[in-house]
């Protein structure tokens, strides 16, 4: 579950985000990976690039 760091805090267990709370965590937050997991990389063109590198 992913948390903001306002909600890291002392006494915080895995009662307090888990698979049980997630729907109503995720209406009340929306997706806190969305800024993070976007479209993503092409691997393949980013591995020729590296190959290239190395050559």
């Known amino acids: 579950m992913p948390l903001s760091w306002d909600e890291v805090k002392?006494?915080?267990?895995?009662?307090h985000f888990n698979i049980h709370n997630?729907?109503?965590?995720?209406?009340?937050?929306g997706d806190l990976f969305r800024g993070v997991l976007g479209e993503g990389?092409?691997?393949?063109k980013t591995l020729k690039k590296a190959?290239?590198?190395f050559e």
């Open 22 to 29: 997630v729907l109503g965590r995720l209406k009340e937050t």
């Open 41 to 44: 990389i092409d691997l393949a």
């Open 51 to 53: 190959q290239a590198t």
């Open 10 to 15: 002392p006494g915080l267990t895995i009662q």
